[in-house]
């Protein structure tokens, strides 16, 4: 079995906004597309025409209905990927010593060379963030793109997990989650950032910020119906006064 280690440098991670992100996907697109061009092995589909389709993704958005106790409902749109825990379950089940979490950032990786897909380790992740690729026959899960954080190829701008570069209502930040001062750990802190399903112990790394309540209704075409001016100005001023007159 692997063994975590007892502390790590860095503690790398995603914050994700549940009141920002608009359930788009483009997140879940983008990261298929990077792995599947530039990490290991590709993430695979079968009868992706089909009437079954089924593939491989590293991360999912579902989306719910929920209704507050105070306020009216609300469409809660919820990413989901691993969460590079700091007790991984995954990580101590593996036989092989495939699953790991590197020292120097927390990541937690899977080595597919040393898989044998034996998937104890998507039964021990209570996330279910773990995904056997059925044409490699290996785990797959999140990497935070580690082949672009480092790539001192790529523009510094563009050396974050794609899923954060790509999404268009900023609701994915990244970040070290170690250091107090970063921004990520300061949206956590100022919003109330929380763990997904604290109880099973397992110290994920990623936070999600909770969506800011809706104590009233609002209409967004409001201000475009107001009228712009109280009494008619110009040529329809002109042709009001003259048609009252008639």
Known sequence: MTQ???HTEKK???VIDLDTCVGCHACVVS????NTENYGAPL????????????TFLNRVHSYEVQ????????????????????????????TGASYKRVEDGIVLVNESDCIGCGLCAWACPYGAREMDLAEGVMKKCTLCVDRIYNENLPEEDREPA??????????HFGDLADKDSKVSKLVAERGGFDLMPEQGTKPVNKYLPPRPKDEEIDIL????????????????WLDRTLEKI
Do not use: M
Request: glycine share 10%; proline share 14%.
């Open 4 to 6: 975590l280690p007892t």
């Open 12 to 14: 790398l991670g995603l």
């Open 31 to 34: 990261c298929k597309g990077w």
């Open 44 to 55: 695979s589909d079968q009868q992706p025409y089909g009437a079954e389709p089924v593939g």
């Open 68 to 95: 507050p106790e105070t306020g009216f409902a609300q469409t809660i749109h919820f990413p989901k990927s691993c969460l590079h825990c700091e007790d991984a379950p995954c990580v101590t089940v593996c036989p």
């Open 163 to 172: 899923c954060v570069r790509t999404c268009p209502s900023n609701a994915r």
């Open 222 to 237: 409001a201000p475009f119906l107001e009228p712009i001016a109280a009494e008619p100005t110009g040529f329809l001023g």
